[in-house]
């Protein structure tokens, strides 16, 4: 049964699985998992039991897996609670549906849903049915760390700062107790010692009998000694290293959660335009939130999302990480709003109140731009878009008090705005590839006789109100792809706030014009002396454009009033009257007629106001698209290079010591041997090497290289090479494997009987290195005969005596270490006695 090593498995198991705690708020998690992996340990000592071969043990364990999750989360459904049925199945199916959609809602960590429950029981019992399997079904435990690993790649793709230092030992400590213990069964398992020293003092029979019978267990405790020791070494120094290497660790050693400015996390939240339509249909109107301000003109829009992304079907926001720098602190200001340097703006405070049946709200609805805000909980900005959301706390039920500065230009310093920089440029202006070619036609139709990038704007907002002929219509279907837009731009015209926002954000990204949408509440109906209130038909969208020194401002292409969004307004300078430069109502619409007949398409002009330096922001959308169309060749030539290069390193390496072992004895180099004898002596004090006496000189030198040929030809063809085996031993197994022909059967015994001379004998064979390097050809080519055909492929591009050669290498490395660190005269020494001067003083 194994009982001993079914058990460190699971504890294993349970040990790797601690580092998933960052993902989770609570800790019921882990006992999901605990169940888990207990019913995978009973399942593997049952089927181990019942004599069931290690193929068929993990089916054993996935079916202990299965009643168990069954048992836990469909008992109701399941024949006599633990029985699976049809309908126990399906109600799995459905909560691992539910986790994963909750999974991909909330930001870690996340609450532990019955689904995230399941998903992460299940989760973690396939990882106790692997680990199981490897480690006590087929007796390597060295492969089992592998599963266990994959635990910790979660919370490491999830979290930028991965896990604390602590769990990864636990886990660490975990994997090395498992090494251990199956470390201790075979050494156990060699029996009582047989031979006994020949030199020892006459001992009572009895106490010999019992000595032999320690034995087994004395070299067990030996082997499990220095295990342990070469383990805890080897985890402190993965724990406390990169602590002290500068750029690896980021906090202190004793910081578990991270430092000011450390914990890195990544935001995500339900896609934003998902709700919006569910707000804005909803039957009975309800109230959202309300708010008071002394502004006699009111805070104007309340902003939750700024959307800065169009992936080709709809538009979101990049992903965002957050950092304790980000939490918002009493007293202290946001940072400054981009671009909103030398354009006029007003402050205004609002009082906002959010109602209690208000739910998942994370995002705060805030005037733009945010510069203060004041609020309990957890609450962070980010400094790119201002944003200002919590990872767990929610705004239901809060009252928060917010300082903003509203942009509020004029027409004119909008058309006198200073150029764009090259970072605002390269980031909101990106189109993905694939925009058809109608919309851009339609887009520069539009705008075309304007001169500036506010008139281009305010003809955009024109074509969607007034001369485009679009209506608002709240029963279209939200856009989900490229061709939703294409249909409302092109053909049916009928939507609501969101296509209208995607719409125009994305026909001003078209022209160069910075662009994004933003998705809130509009400032709602006042309803009494200082007080809004906003309900969730007040639910909108809206795009934002950037201009130099006004930074982002709204404009509304949504027509508004009773056939429209009731209580959307269009600001001020967005309105044709208060623009100059703006082309006529007959403008626009021969851009209609041209842009509805999809004509000739005309060059959109260019902003005479850019900045040099960053280019024209259209030419760089369009040279950004024009790049994106193109097979860019390099990266995956690059890559495809790189892979070469790695598959080849095998056999690379294989070839370089084949020839560096034979180099050593058919070069210039000297044996050991080399001074003796008689003529004149050479340069060095020897005689001077004859041809070919070099080699003759250390024949021992010669057969162990030989047969280390021998030993990797075999393995890289796939042969038993038994390490315990004599030289005869060997070459008799390899003679029966192979049915060498008589040269073949010489050349085998002559590479075996210089290696047996050179072992065990003061003799040494007379065979010189030529004679046993031939040898060794025509052995390798009897090899590689009887082996098949993917064998001799193997050999030649993957050979497994690489892997071994480089194990022998670094355990050769090692005991040089081992050995200069115990010499009296070495390093270690010295600083020891260096020590040992500085205390005494």
């Not at 502004?295 to 957050?322: C, E, H, K, N, Q």
């Not at 939507?495 to 990204?509: I, T, V």
């Not at 020897?686 to 250390?698: I, S, Y």
Request: with cysteine.
């Amino acid at each position: 049964m194994r009982l001993r090593m079914t058990m460190t498995a699971a504890l294993a198991t349970l040990a790797g699985a601690v580092g998933l705690y960052p993902l989770f708020e609570t800790a019921g998690w882990f006992a999901a998992g605990l169940g888990a992996v207990l019913a995978v340990a009973a399942g593997g000592l049952i089927a181990r039991r019942l004599r069931l071969p290690a193929a068929l043990q993990p089916l054993a364990t996935l079916l202990a897996l299965l009643l168990c999750l069954n048992l836990v989360y469909a008992g109701p459904e399941s024949l006599l609670g633990v029985v699976p049925t049809p309908e126990s199945l399906g109600r799995l199916l459905d909560l691992a549906d539910g986790g994963w959609a909750s999974a991909n809602r909330y930001a870690a960590p996340v609450p532990v849903l019955p689904g995230i429950g399941l998903l992460t029981a299940a989760g973690i019992g396939l990882v106790a049915v692997l680990v199981d399997f490897l480690a006590v079904g087929l007796r390597r435990a060295a492969p089992a760390g592998l599963p266990l690993l994959a635990m910790y790649s979660v919370p490491a793709a999830v979290r930028d700062d991965g896990i604390g230092w602590l769990p990864f030992a636990v886990g660490a400590l975990g994997f090395l107790a498992l090494l251990m213990a199956d470390s201790r069964e075979q050494v156990g398992g060699w029996g009582p010692l047989v031979a006994r020293r020949r030199w020892s003092a006459p001992r009572d029979p009895a106490d010999a009998e019992a000595a032999d019978a320690a034995l087994p267990a004395s070299l067990a405790a030996a082997a499990t000694s220095g295990g342990r020791r070469i383990a805890l070494g080897a985890v402190a120094v993965a724990v406390l290293l990169p602590t002290a290497v500068p750029g690896l660790q980021e906090r202190g050693i004793l910081d578990l959660r991270g430092g000011s400015g450390g914990d890195t996390r990544t935001v995500t939240t339900p896609d934003p335009l998902v709700s919006l339509k569910r707000e804005l249909t909803r039957l009975d109107d309800s109230t959202v939130l309300t708010y008071r301000t002394e502004d006699p003109i009111g805070p104007g829009y309340l902003r939750l999302y700024a959307l800065d992304r169009f992936d080709g079907d709809r538009w979101t926001y990049s992903p965002m990480s957050t950092r304790d720098t980000d939490r918002l602190r009493e007293g202290e200001p946001l940072p400054d709003p981009p671009g909103l340097t030398t354009g006029a703006s007003r402050r205004v405070t609002t009082q906002v109140s959010v109602r209690e049946e208000v739910r998942d709200m994370s995002f705060l609805p805030l005037p733009y731009a945010p510069e203060r805000v004041a609020i309990d909980g957890d609450w962070r900005a980010d400094p790119e878009s201002l944003m200002v959301y919590s990872l767990r706390d929610s705004a239901s039920g809060r009252t928060y008090t917010v300082q903003s500065r509203i942009p509020q230009p004029s027409g004119d310093e909008l058309e006198d705005s200073d150029g764009y920089s090259a970072r605002i440029v390269r980031r909101y202006t990106e189109l993905p590839r694939g925009i058809p070619d109608e919309v851009r036609t339609l887009t520069r139709n539009v705008a075309a006789g304007a001169s500036t990038a506010h008139d281009q704007a305010v003809l955009l907002q024109r074509w969607f109100t007034e001369t485009g002929g679009y209506a608002y219509d709240l029963s279209a279907p939200a856009p989900k792809r490229r061709s939703d837009l294409v249909d409302f731009l092109l053909h049916s015209k009928r939507g609501y706030c969101e296509q209208f926002a995607a719409s125009m954000a994305l026909m001003a990204r078209i022209l160069g014009i910075p662009a994004r949408v933003a998705m809130g509440y509009t400032a709602g109906v006042q309803t009494g002396p200082d007080e809004w209130t906003v309900r969730s038909r007040d639910a909108h969208a809206w795009p934002e454009l950037y201009f130099p020194g006004s930074g982002w401002v709204r404009f509304e292409p949504t027509p508004s009033g009773i056939q429209g969004q009731g209580t959307a307004t269009a600001p001020s300078y967005s309105t044709p009257e208060t623009s100059s430069g703006v082309g006529t109502g007959s403008d626009s619409s021969s851009a209609e007629d041209s842009g509805s007949s999809a004509a000739e398409e005309s060059a959109a002009p260019q902003n005479p106001r850019q900045d040099p330096g960053a280019g024209n922001p259209g030419d760089a959308a369009a040279g950004q698209e024009a790049a994106d169309d193109g097979f860019r060749a390099a990266p995956w030539l690059a890559g495809g290079l790189v892979a070469l290069l790695a598959l080849a390193v095998p056999a690379v390496a294989r070839v370089i010591a084949r020839r560096r072992r034979w180099a050593a004895l058919t070069g210039n180099g000297t044996g050991p041997d080399d001074s003796a004898g008689d003529g004149p002596p050479g340069p060095s004090g020897g005689r001077p090497a004859a041809p070919g006496e070099a080699d003759r000189r250390d024949p021992a030198t010669a057969a162990h290289a030989a047969w280390r040929e021998l030993r990797a030809d075999a393995l890289d063809h796939g042969l038993e090479w038994r390490a315990g085996d004599s030289p005869r031993a060997a070459a008799r197994r390899l003679g029966e494997l192979l049915e060498l022909d008589p040269a073949g059967t010489q050349a085998l015994r002559r590479i075996a009987r210089a290696e047996e001379l050179a072992r065990y004998s003061r003799r040494r064979s007379a065979e010189p290195p030529e004679r046993l390097r031939a040898d060794v050809r025509t052995v390798r080519e009897a090899v590689a005969a009887a082996a098949g055909r993917r064998a001799r492929l193997r050999a030649r591009l993957l050979p497994p005596s690489t892997l071994a050669e480089a194990r022998g290498t670094l355990r050769s490395a090692g005991d040089r270490v081992t050995a200069l660190a115990d010499r009296p005269d070495g390093p270690v020494a010295r600083l020891r006695a260096l020590g040992e001067r500085v205390r005494r003083g």
